[in-house]
């Protein structure tokens, strides 16, 4: 149990256009999602913490209106990079909260983008 | 100001042998504490965690080992096998379910 799905793995996009990335829970309610960043060889960067029905919470530095997260149901979260420039290539991670243990996140396989 | 801090960035263990991770952490209102495990271009899978009442979780082959009044925690893996070449991330929550990851470390099991 406890599965997460992220969709596209990949995308590549030309600089200016947005991309959204979708971040499923498959077989429990998240009630809380998690969008993360991660450079090369770098640690884990949350971006911003999601509630189902609520505004979203970004961390310090990260800007809300290039990063739009929706979380419009339990199971489904998504985050639009708008406007996409080549320093927004990276790896970007999604994970859910709301199992049996909530203390736990468990993640999605990631996203790898490219801007060109 | 990273609150969590995995000092060692890589370690080589030979298979069969223990491998031992390291995390401090300097936040003593941290209270719930996990291990994930990281392959390339994939998102993290949870391994084990401990809550900061115990100091000790052992699953299978993973142990974590809590030391509150050091702010150290640490992964054992017994015995260390190649698959478990990746690289471990620990996390610390305080409160707001918040994780605050380490910087990680990269295992490589040699066979």
């Known amino acids: 149990g406890a599965v997460v799905s992220q969709h596209p793995s990949r995308v590549i996009c030309k600089s200016g256009t947005s991309v959204k990335i979708e971040c499923r829970s498959l077989d429990f309610q998240a009630t809380t999602m998690f969008w993360y960043r991660q450079f090369p060889k770098k640690s884990l960067m949350l971006m911003a913490t999601s509630n189902e029905g609520s505004k979203a919470t970004y961390e310090q530095g990260v800007e809300k209106d290039k990063f739009l997260i929706n979380h419009a149901s339990l199971t489904l979260s998504t985050l639009t990079v708008t406007s996409a420039h080549p320093e927004d290539s990276s790896f970007y991670i999604c994970?859910?909260?709301?199992?049996?243990?909530?203390?736990?996140?468990?993640f999605g396989p990631g996203t790898r983008l490219l801007v060109l | 100001d990273q609150q969590v801090k995995q000092n060692s960035p890589s370690l080589s263990v030979q298979e069969g042998r223990i491998s031992i991770l390291n995390c401090d952490y300097t936040n003593s209102m941290f209270d719930y504490f996990l291990w994930y495990k990281k392959y390339p271009a994939e998102g993290p899978t949870f391994l084990i965690s401990?809550?900061?009442?115990?100091d000790k979780n052992e699953d299978g082959r993973f142990t974590v080992f809590l030391n509150k009044s050091a702010k150290h925690l640490s992964l054992h893996i017994v015995p260390s096998q190649p698959g478990d070449s990746a690289v471990y991330f620990c996390a610390a929550i305080s409160g707001t379910y918040k994780y605050i990851f380490g910087t990680g470390t990269r295992l490589k099991v040699l066979a």
């Open positions: 401990i809550s900061s009442i115990k």
């Open positions: 994970s859910a909260r709301g199992g049996a243990a909530e203390e736990t996140q468990y």
